[in-house]
């Protein structure tokens, strides 16, 4: 999902293919040299996950040194013309095999993403590199000092970068295009703008009307929570859903993320603040879903480019299904809120279970996409992907960017940020990395989370039970088969086809939205007329 963030050099590295070799042998050759490329990234992201944990402040300098060098031997291998050839040599072998076997998946996937990585000259991904290293350190100064203006002829270049990085996929209908089939293979502007217009007309009017109610009391989550205790039951959490911390571990960070590298070793990361349970418990949710599919990846396509997880956006949608619609269910918390009441007795043990349950799923206008709900969620997450648009399209300048978002806050949420602290300089994300592609998978991982859990209902209808029991391994084990283990074998797409009998599709998610929220907010009927 991360576009290469490498120092790119010239040159062969693998050895050129000899006449005659069988296909298997050429097989085995194919996946030595894939391996290879997967173990040099896998040390270079054990580096990042360091510097994101451990490391002194002092070793930032050589860190990113150290990281360039390993990425840019990985990105050496990955377009070594040798790899081409043994790719192409091997092309017609795969078509023969049957499409759904893991050696056909392979070369066909393998090539894709050797015919897209060549395309791209070395030394865009050096300047890009570079840039964003740069744009990226700015901002960590600029944000908190609420200076856009410092980050204005930054984000002119990174504009710049990203069309210049479109063109190479030329022709294509829309700029953007490129950045979102990145993230999200088979997805283009037109099918993402079709899916968030028919998803903001279902969503304004449902917000509206839970806004017309009183707004639930979080109070309960805002007190003073000893740290140590929030980590140790967020942990427990993490073990029981079926994390397997043999083959992984939580450590605490800034930014929360997980990570991969290997099948055998899958980390997470969380961050604990004093004064809101719910940051530990829905960031450790979050990331332990993301780090069980990876875990459940079948091992037979470890240090393959099959082996991971196979778009953002369904990546999103197995973290989103374990931290919203188990993680933040009644019936997760008949079974957990009683434990969770005897480890904090002078903060929670006056508070009834439903005032917890509202407290953890409060609906409101807000102005930080990272805070907000489950129901005004999309709206952010719509309005970054418009002003994407805008601005790779031409029709935005950067420097009218802090009122365009004022203004597209307002229309979509009926609020505005103070100043651009909480405005457009909030996510990091066109800060550090090119502008297109970069917000719409956390939209479809919200849409695919309840269409993912409706199938997993339909064969078996127990699951809510048992999660009212704290057992999770019946809907663990069906992720696990239908999901999990395939990687990256299947597109998206048909992945969600296979799984749900379904092309991507709202209404699960907007039923579940209906559901859940008329009962919260005492709405009967009034949301599922729409
Ligand atoms: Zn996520």
Known sequence: MR???LKARQGPTAKPARNRRSAEQMLVEL???LR???????????LTWDQATYMPRGGADARARQCAALYGLAHEQAVAPALGKLLDALAHYGERLPRDSDDASLIRVARRDFQKMIKIPPDHVTRANAHGSASYNTWTRARPANDFAAMVPYLERTLDLSREYSSY?????HVADPHIDDADEGMSTASIRKLFSELKSQLVPMVGA??????????SLRQAFPKAAQFEFALNLAQRLGYDFNRG??????HPFSTRFSSGDVRITSHVSENNLGDVLFSTLHEAGHAMYEQGVSATLDGTPLGKGVSAGIHESQSRLWENVIGRSRDFWEHFYPSLQRVFPEQLGSVPITVFHRAINKVARSIIRTDADEVTYNLHVMLRFNLELQLLEGRLGVKDLPEAWRAAMRAHLDVAPDDDRDGCLQDVHWYSGYIGGRFQSYAIGNILSAQFYGAALQAHLDIPREIARGEFSTLHTWLRDNVYQH????APNDLIERVTDAAMSMTPYLGYLREKYAAL???PGSLSAR
């Open 3 to 5: 576009k290469p963030k």
């Open 169 to 173: 996929f030329a022709p294509y209908k």
């Open 210 to 219: 839970i806004c017309e109610r009183p707004v639930a009391d979080d109070s």
């Open 36 to 46: 290879e490329i997967s173990d040099l990234t896998a040390a270079g992201d054990i």
């Open 249 to 254: 571990r939580l450590d605490l960070t800034h």
């Open 521 to 523: 907010y005492w709405l």
């Open 487 to 490: 990687g990256s074998k299947f």
């Open 31 to 33: 996946k030595r040299c």
